[in-house]
């Protein structure tokens, strides 16, 4: 039996299921500390949400210049563009202030510099043993001195540095620089100032590397300005001290540490608060410091390197203050004022709708603006189209209602003198039947008013146009069957396609129906008895055309466009259909179709000569036909769903 080495044993289980506890707690509480870190930011988030909510937002708005902004479309856009371009010129100026990079470059050079100063005139520096000057050169250095005598041994031994001896070390090594050194002795006493001693001003140059450059006034005032703005915002690890006299340069802490071996660097600042970086540095020789080399640049030499530098920044500002201002007033001169201008004319048209033809239609613009207009201009047309079709249509209502009324107020008048009850009877029916009429002009007229308020809210599918036609045509065939006298015969032709999807639209299938129920309806109360009334469906490139041709007397081809008008008949008054019929369905049927994006005409059919026409076998008819007319076709047009359309 084999051993099963890789199996731990009791001790090691146990220590494995204490340490598995523990990294299990340790993740817990890892996790839980996780949660609560982010508990605690989400309720700061949420605190300092509600507090600018509650406190900042409310005094915010409560300021003149927030009030100002918000005021109008065109003072949020100016606001908005001046923000911008404040907070991006506020971010470039804090990046060019912080020029440390300068500064650690200037200061590294002036460091060089002083230590090779400070060695080249340690290496001329003369030896003096008890007052005797060992280069006979130094006898004649200064006349009339005497020398000086010291008790120790040590102190017997000195370097003595003379300005004649260090004025040409300096000349040679600061010739093409323009720093300004000043040797100092340990008791505060400038030996050398090159600003004296060679001549040299103490001011930067004007302009330009070699200071040849005459600086305008202007320049000068802007200079002192950003010298003045960047000094506020300097950053420097340097120290920083105001500018001293030249005979208290030994007051600087870096100085007097100079005077110990020490290297030290310093930042000073004038009155005009230019900025001069200053570099003291020992002279040293046989464990010897006798003075020191203090090395400042000219006040104004960073200001000057840093102005040339971003003078083209404050050009390129000056520009993008200038291209702002001008957008800004292109904005809202474009889009401020139209806005406001056609704000007015709305306001004026709320008081008077007669004014809609003062508002705006701005021809001349292609962009939001202008189609906006135009839009506005065109809606508030269609409104004004409403208007009128409504008061046209109560005036209509009310004279077609006064008809009925007064037929059988006067039938009602005209029972006190029948004096048969035969007579009687009659003006009975009469007074039911014009209140028959009544009734259905109500209804009808009840159903035209809902119409426009259900073709905006319903909701459109696709339909398919032969299958809707189809069944139509087969509900008219069964009730012209089952009637008394010849019936009308329905002809259903239907061109045949390469997809069912051809006859398909996009609309409702009960308006559709009822467009096509009150057409074929029309067609059949105005042919004779035996006479075919024809439906074809066909397709025309993007539209689907059903046509319904009838054999009738026709439409004078004045009135074609009148049939769709609202309570036109032309039925004789001898029609036993009148009373049936309110003169809305066509009116109907045009608002619904044009309410699916279509088109519904009324055309006669010109006869075919030897043609028999039908319609001479009824009085009626035969008495109203129009010469060279066959029948009546209404032709519907509607849009055929594509892919696109959905």
């Given at each position: 039996?084999?051993?099963?080495?890789?199996?731990?044993?009791?001790?090691?289980?146990?220590?494995?299921?204490?340490?598995?506890?523990?990294?299990?707690?340790?993740?817990?509480?890892?996790?839980?500390?996780?949660?609560?870190?982010?508990?605690?930011?989400?309720?700061?988030?949420?605190?300092?949400?509600?507090?600018?909510?509650?406190?900042?937002?409310?005094?915010?708005?409560?300021?003149?210049?927030?009030?100002?902004?918000?005021?109008?479309?065109?003072?949020?856009?100016?606001?908005?563009?001046?923000?911008?371009?404040?907070?991006?010129?506020?971010?470039?100026?804090?990046?060019?202030?912080?020029?440390?990079?300068?500064?650690?470059?200037?200061?590294?050079?002036?460091?060089?510099?002083?230590?090779?100063?400070?060695?080249?005139?340690?290496?001329?520096?003369?030896?003096?043993?008890?007052?005797?000057?060992?280069?006979?050169?130094q006898l004649t250095a200064k006349d009339g001195a005497f020398p000086q005598f010291h008790d120790d041994s040590l102190s017997r031994l000195a370097f003595d540095i003379a300005p004649e001896q260090v004025a040409p070390v300096l000349r040679r090594l600061i010739q093409n620089n323009d720093v300004r050194v000043r040797i100092v002795r340990r008791d505060g006493r400038i030996l050398v100032d090159s600003n004296t001693s060679f001549g040299r001003s103490n001011a930067a140059p004007a302009n330009g590397a070699n200071g040849n450059d005459i600086e305008s006034i202007t320049d000068t005032r802007l200079r002192s300005l950003w010298t003045k703005f960047v000094a506020y915002f300097m950053r420097s690890s340097l120290q920083i001290y105001r500018e001293l006299p030249s005979s208290a340069v030994l007051g600087y802490p870096e100085v007097q540490d100079s005077m110990k071996g020490n290297l030290g660097s310093m930042m000073l600042l004038n009155n005009e608060g230019e900025q001069i970086i200053g570099v003291a540095a020992p002279i040293q020789r046989l464990n010897t410091i006798p003075a020191s080399v203090f090395l400042t640049t000219r006040p104004g030499d960073l200001e000057s390197i840093l102005w040339r530098e971003r003078r083209p920044f404050f050009v390129l500002s000056l520009l993008a203050l200038i291209a702002t201002g001008l957008a800004s007033w292109l904005l809202a001169r474009t889009i401020g004022g139209p806005m406001h201008q056609l704000s007015r004319a709305a306001e004026h048209v709320s008081r008077n709708i007669s004014n809609s033809r003062e508002l705006p239609e701005m021809p001349d613009r292609r962009d939001e603006i202008g189609v906006m207009a135009r839009n506005f201009s065109t809606m508030t047309a269609a409104l004004y189209r409403r208007i009128e079709a409504s008061d046209r249509f109560a005036q209509d209502v009310a004279h077609e209602l006064k008809n009925p009324v007064a037929a059988a107020r006067s039938t009602a008048e005209s029972l006190g003198y029948a004096k048969t009850p035969e007579k009687r009877d009659e003006l009975v029916r009469q007074i039911q039947g014009e209140l028959k009429r009544l009734n259905r002009l109500i209804s009808d007229v009840a159903n035209a008013s809902r119409l426009d308020a259900e073709l905006a809210l319903q909701e459109t599918e696709p339909v398919d146009l032969s299958t809707i036609t189809t069944n139509i045509a087969g509900v008219f065939r069964d009730i012209q069957n089952g009637q008394d006298g010849p019936p009308c015969k329905i002809e259903l032709k239907i061109a045949p396609t390469t997809t069912r999807t051809d006859y398909r639209v996009d609309g409702n299938e009960g308006r559709i129906g009822q467009v096509i129920t009150n057409l074929l309806d029309n067609a059949i109360s105005f042919s004779p008895g035996e006479a075919t009334v024809t439906l074809t469906l066909d397709h025309d490139g993007p539209d689907v055309v059903l046509t319904i041709d009838d054999e009738g007397p026709g439409i004078p081809p004045n009135k074609l466009e009148d049939v769709f008008k609202r309570f036109y008949s032309d039925r004789p008054q001898s029609d036993n259909k009148r009373g049936k019929n309110s003169g809305l369905g066509l009116s109907i049927s045009r608002e619904i179709i044009e309410a699916h994006g279509g088109v519904i005409r009324a055309q006669n059919i010109k006869a075919i000569p030897g043609q028999e026409i039908g319609v001479h076998d009824v009085p009626e008819l035969a008495e109203r036909r129009i010469e060279g007319v066959a029948g009546v076709r209404f032709e519907i047009r509607l849009p055929r769903l594509t892919v696109q359309s959905r």
């Amino acid at each position: 039996m084999a051993l099963d080495t890789d199996r731990p044993s009791a001790p090691q289980l146990n220590t494995m299921t204490v340490r598995a506890k523990a990294l299990s707690t340790t993740a817990r509480s890892r996790v839980h500390e996780q949660w609560q870190a982010t508990a605690g930011i989400r309720h700061s988030i949420t605190r300092w949400t509600r507090r600018f909510g509650t406190k900042i937002l409310p005094w915010a708005r409560a300021q003149p210049i927030w009030r100002w902004c918000t005021a109008s479309l065109r003072n949020r856009i100016i606001a908005a563009n001046f923000i911008g371009l404040g907070i991006l010129l506020s971010g470039l100026t804090l990046l060019t202030v912080q020029h440390t990079w300068l500064i650690d470059a200037r200061t590294e050079s002036l460091r060089t510099q002083a230590r090779m100063i400070a060695v080249a005139i340690a290496s001329n520096a003369k030896l003096r043993t008890d007052g005797l000057v060992i280069d006979p050169d130094q006898l004649t250095a200064k006349d009339g001195a005497f020398p000086q005598f010291h008790d120790d041994s040590l102190s017997r031994l000195a370097f003595d540095i003379a300005p004649e001896q260090v004025a040409p070390v300096l000349r040679r090594l600061i010739q093409n620089n323009d720093v300004r050194v000043r040797i100092v002795r340990r008791d505060g006493r400038i030996l050398v100032d090159s600003n004296t001693s060679f001549g040299r001003s103490n001011a930067a140059p004007a302009n330009g590397a070699n200071g040849n450059d005459i600086e305008s006034i202007t320049d000068t005032r802007l200079r002192s300005l950003w010298t003045k703005f960047v000094a506020y915002f300097m950053r420097s690890s340097l120290q920083i001290y105001r500018e001293l006299p030249s005979s208290a340069v030994l007051g600087y802490p870096e100085v007097q540490d100079s005077m110990k071996g020490n290297l030290g660097s310093m930042m000073l600042l004038n009155n005009e608060g230019e900025q001069i970086i200053g570099v003291a540095a020992p002279i040293q020789r046989l464990n010897t410091i006798p003075a020191s080399v203090f090395l400042t640049t000219r006040p104004g030499d960073l200001e000057s390197i840093l102005w040339r530098e971003r003078r083209p920044f404050f050009v390129l500002s000056l520009l993008a203050l200038i291209a702002t201002g001008l957008a800004s007033w292109l904005l809202a001169r474009t889009i401020g004022g139209p806005m406001h201008q056609l704000s007015r004319a709305a306001e004026h048209v709320s008081r008077n709708i007669s004014n809609s033809r003062e508002l705006p239609e701005m021809p001349d613009r292609r962009d939001e603006i202008g189609v906006m207009a135009r839009n506005f201009s065109t809606m508030t047309a269609a409104l004004y189209r409403r208007i009128e079709a409504s008061d046209r249509f109560a005036q209509d209502v009310a004279h077609e209602l006064k008809n009925p009324v007064a037929a059988a107020r006067s039938t009602a008048e005209s029972l006190g003198y029948a004096k048969t009850p035969e007579k009687r009877d009659e003006l009975v029916r009469q007074i039911q039947g014009e209140l028959k009429r009544l009734n259905r002009l109500i209804s009808d007229v009840a159903n035209a008013s809902r119409l426009d308020a259900e073709l905006a809210l319903q909701e459109t599918e696709p339909v398919d146009l032969s299958t809707i036609t189809t069944n139509i045509a087969g509900v008219f065939r069964d009730i012209q069957n089952g009637q008394d006298g010849p019936p009308c015969k329905i002809e259903l032709k239907i061109a045949p396609t390469t997809t069912r999807t051809d006859y398909r639209v996009d609309g409702n299938e009960g308006r559709i129906g009822q467009v096509i129920t009150n057409l074929l309806d029309n067609a059949i109360s105005f042919s004779p008895g035996e006479a075919t009334v024809t439906l074809t469906l066909d397709h025309d490139g993007p539209d689907v055309v059903l046509t319904i041709d009838d054999e009738g007397p026709g439409i004078p081809p004045n009135k074609l466009e009148d049939v769709f008008k609202r309570f036109y008949s032309d039925r004789p008054q001898s029609d036993n259909k009148r009373g049936k019929n309110s003169g809305l369905g066509l009116s109907i049927s045009r608002e619904i179709i044009e309410a699916h994006g279509g088109v519904i005409r009324a055309q006669n059919i010109k006869a075919i000569p030897g043609q028999e026409i039908g319609v001479h076998d009824v009085p009626e008819l035969a008495e109203r036909r129009i010469e060279g007319v066959a029948g009546v076709r209404f032709e519907i047009r509607l849009p055929r769903l594509t892919v696109q359309s959905r």
